[in-house]
């Protein structure tokens, strides 16, 4: 069965600061997605940054990227020039693409992100 | 479209008593997803319908849980003889192809007293 590990609880960074969250994941399937969904507190989830595992280029949005480290099974998220609405839950996720898979999303427990003026 | 909804926002129930759920995803996504998720944790997926057929049920989805989804667009998420540990955040997602973004609902938070 697949795994998604954060062992970060909580993290903080000052306003304009870099910081970055780390996720590992276990799966013995080749094809795969991973993402990192943000929860802001009493708001609905939303995605931040998607990448295919087929992909050896990390993927980029804006101020999120990510360092993907397939050997590792390592997927973790860096927030540049972080602002006040960074502040959330963060979530790892994985969703496997075999043919037996409905495409549910496994999820970690999550990271809290404070970010400090 | 304004994005998946969810209804009621929040419910709170006396133990023993029967609660359902709604959950309108995006119009023309045919996958919709029911997740838990309990204070401190990530989201533990439930169940999922493509289209109006339920593929799959999450061993966490006990017998006084069922879903449905009829015509392939709402889906009622229903819990009989609510228990205290059933008190949670229940989370609905949606999404077109399978490659694509799952879309959230804000959730509706369940209180058992």
């Known amino acids: 069965a697949q795994t998604v590990t954060q062992s970060q609880p909580e993290m903080s960074v000052q306003e304009a600061e870099t910081v970055t969250l780390s996720c590992t994941y276990d799966t013995s399937e080749s094809d795969y997605y991973l993402f990192w969904y943000k929860q802001p507190p009493s708001r609905q989830m939303i995605l931040v940054i998607r990448q295919e595992a087929y992909k050896q280029q990390n993927a980029t949005e804006n101020r999120f990227s990510v360092n993907f480290q397939k050997a590792a099974k390592s997927f973790s998220l860096k927030i540049s020039d972080s602002q006040l609405g960074d502040a959330a839950m963060y979530f790892c996720?994985?969703?496997?693409?075999?043919?037996?898979?409905?495409?549910?999303?496994?999820f970690g427990t999550g990271t809290r992100l404070q970010v400090f003026p | 479209d304004t994005g998946v909804s969810q209804d009621p926002r929040h419910k709170i129930t006396k133990r023993g008593q029967n609660v359902t759920f709604r959950c309108d995803p995006i119009s023309e996504h045919n996958r919709l997803y029911w997740y838990r998720q309990t204070l401190g944790q990530g989201p533990e997926f439930l169940t999922y319908?493509?289209?109006?057929?339920?593929?799959?049920k999450s061993r966490l989805l006990s017998d006084r849980f069922s879903a449905e989804r009829p015509k392939g667009s709402f889906s009622t998420l229903e819990i009989q003889r609510t228990e205290q540990g059933d008190s949670a955040m229940y989370l609905c997602a949606s999404s077109f192809w399978r490659q694509d973004e799952a879309f959230f609902g804000q959730g509706t938070r369940l209180t058992v007293v």
């Open positions: 319908f493509q289209n109006e057929a339920q593929l799959e």
């Open positions: 996720a994985y969703r496997g693409l075999g043919s037996y898979n409905t495409d549910k999303l496994i």
